[in-house]
Nanobody, 124 residues
Framework: HVQLVESGGGSVQSGGSLTLSCVGT????????MAWFRRPPGKEREGVGT???????GYSNSVKGRFTLSKDNAKNILYLQMNSLRPEDTAVYYC???????????????????WGQGTQVTVS
């Protein structure tokens, strides 16, 4: 069983930056696929980005060029560096770990076996 705990959320002005962390109780290196999701207020959950076991990353169009996923396998930490934040980035952010699909880490929610509790990010 893997536990994931996010931290680093908070309030920031538009154009600012935040870095979210997700600490896992088990090796992040062993997960086929890790991902960040977010749920904006009053909206459905949406994918933000993914990182495969080999470090390959993928991003949603809405955050591409502004957000960066990385992980420290030695410390079992997944990061989400968020730059140039916009009010529409306001959401509860969740990290997740799970399986790839057809060998690709695409971050399908139904393939994510473990989820964190979420951390609030508010951009004004």
């Amino acid at each position: 069983h893997v536990q994931l705990v996010e931290s680093g959320g908070g309030s920031v002005q538009s154009g600012g930056s935040l870095t979210l962390s997700c600490v896992g109780t088990k090796s992040t290196a062993s997960a086929d696929c890790m991902a960040w999701f977010r749920r904006p207020p009053g909206k459905e959950r949406e994918g933000v980005g993914t990182i495969a076991s080999d470090g390959t990353t993928g991003y949603s169009n809405s955050v591409k060029g502004r957000f960066t996923l990385s992980k420290d396998n030695a410390k079992n930490i997944l990061y989400l560096q968020m730059n140039s934040l916009r009010p529409e980035d306001t959401a509860v952010y969740y990290c997740a770990a799970g399986r790839a699909s057809g060998g690709y880490c695409i971050g399908l929610p139904r393939l994510m076996d473990y989820w964190g509790q979420g951390t609030q990010v508010t951009v004004s």
